[in-house]
Structures are given as C-alpha cells and as structure tokens.
C-alpha cells in the first residue's frame, strides 16, 4: 500500500450500500366524531369483525337512539366463492349474539332526515331483511353485493381474458362502494370515504 508524499492516511474505503428499511406510512386515524350530533342525528359506526386468518369482516351499523349496542346492522354478507347479498339485520343487540364486532369505529352523525326509525328498527323486533326502508340504506343499496370471484382454492392467482389478475370483491370492497354513494348522496362527508378506502384489507 502505498501512501502519498504529504503522509495523509489512504482515502477511506467506501461504504457498502445499504438499502435502508421503509418507513410504513402512518395509518390514517379514523374521523372526529363529536359526541353527540344535531338533533335527531344518528351515530354510523364501522363494525369490524376478526376475519383471521382471511380478511375481516365489516359492516355498517347505524345506532338506535334508546340503545347504544342497539342498532341496524347493514351489510354484505357471504364469501367470495359464493356471491355475497345484500343484508340489513334490524335492532341486532351487538351484546345478544354470537357474532360480536372485535372493533367498533364511529365514522360520522347522520342527519335524521335520511332515515325512518321505527321501520329501521323494525318496531322493536330483531329481523333479517334484504331491502332498503330509507334513504341511508337506499343509498349504501346502489352498490351491488359482489357476485363470487372464487370458483376454487386454486383460482387465488386467475387472471380475466385480458391477463391481469382477478381481484377479490367482499364485503370491504361492498362497503367502501357503498360508502362513495353515501358521500355522492349527502349523507357521508368525503373523509368517511377516504378514511375506509384507506383502512381497507
């Protein structure tokens, strides 16, 4: 090795490079929600139910008035192998059942106007139902429950006729549609939407 005549140290070898870790985008925080709304309103709340080891389950539920755990659970419910539907479960008692949400997320007071309690809740009486009985659930009804995008195990990877491959439509995928016509409709503010178009598996 050889040093230069004004007996400086050699140069310093270079460093190897290091590809540095990436920094995960911080998880957009869900809407502020005050705790109580204009006259009448009533409290939407995203329902997320542990899915593991698949994607989690999600549904809308707007609150009674009388009842926190007390409320309108709407939905699309079935799997991607077989289609999924179209499903509002009325004055559902989040605490009287087996299917109990393992987070419950306030996502925005709605004007009163946009819905019909009584029928809503069905008087009082727990009941599936498939079609919309006001404006809310009208509005989250535009976006089309997902036909099955599954025909097997091993179609995970399929692609459509024109190569790219087939994405999986669920109930998260239902939910967030149908978040874009509450916001179309007047009824979800712009964050809502973002917010779950963010969240989402």
């Not at 659970?73 to 008692?93: L, Y």
């Not at 009208?138 to 089309?144: H, Q, T």
């Not at 874009?180 to 963010?198: C, K, N, T």
Request: hydrophobic share 35%.
């Amino acid at each position: 090795m050889s040093f230069s005549h004004t007996g400086d140290a050699p140069p310093p070898l270079p460093r190897p490079l290091v590809a540095k870790a990436r920094t995960p985008a911080p998880a957009l925080p869900p809407p502020t929600v005050p705790p109580t709304g204009s006259p009448g309103a009533f409290l939407v709340e995203l329902l997320i139910f542990n899915g593991s080891p698949f994607k989690d389950h999600w549904a809308y539920f707007v609150r009674s008035r009388a009842d926190d755990d007390i409320g309108v659970k709407i939905h699309a419910t079935g799997d991607v192998r077989n289609g999924f539907k179209f499903e509002v479960k009325r004055s559902h008692d989040l605490t009287n059942t087996s299917d109990i949400p393992t987070k419950r997320v306030s996502l925005q007071w709605v004007d009163a106007q946009h819905f019909k309690e009584d029928a809503m809740l069905n008087w009082g009486v727990e009941e599936i139902d498939e079609r919309p009985v006001c404006g809310f659930e009208a509005s989250a009804y535009k976006a089309k429950a997902p036909g099955k995008t599954l025909n097997a195990v091993e179609d995970k990877d399929a692609k459509d006729s024109s190569g790219k491959k087939v994405i999986l439509k669920d109930c998260q995928t239902w939910l967030v549609e149908a978040a874009g016509y509450l916001v179309e409709d007047r009824m979800f503010s712009p964050e809502v939407s973002i917010y779950l178009h963010a969240i989402k598996q």
